[in-house]
Nanobody
């Protein structure tokens, strides 16, 4: 069974940092683009970063560019999201996603596989 399991969420003060991690199992994660989405209460799910399966290409929307960094380890089937300079508007549930098509996991809203999500709360 394909699974994506996120970890690393929590509560931080504005200006702080968190590192999220996502472990993939049950499918050939190395063949998939991986990404992170977030959904705040009352808002639509939005993509926050993605990384290509093999060439390392990444994409960030303007809302997180320069603050968030995505990385992957194909030997461990993991994808991490380093989040710096966090602001209260970054508060959301963060989801890991995987898709064979790079652009789909970069912009959403659909992906082949989804994690259950991890809560990130940034206090002012």
């Amino acid at each position: 069974e394909a699974q994506l399991v996120e970890s690393g969420g929590g509560t931080v003060h504005a200006g702080g940092s968190l590192r999220l991690s996502c472990a993939a199992s049950g499918f050939a994660a190395g063949d998939y683009a991986l990404g992170w989405f977030r959904q705040a209460p009352g808002k639509e799910r939005e993509a926050v970063s993605c990384i290509h399966s093999s060439d390392g290409s990444t994409y960030y929307p303007d809302s997180v560019k320069g603050r968030f960094t995505i990385s992957r380890d194909n030997t461990r089937n993991t994808v991490d999201l380093q989040m710096n300079s966090l602001q209260p508007e970054d508060t959301a549930i963060y989801y890991c996603a995987a898709d064979r098509t790079f652009w789909r996991v970069c912009i959403g809203p659909r992906a082949d596989y989804w994690g259950q999500g991890t809560q990130v709360t940034v206090s002012s």
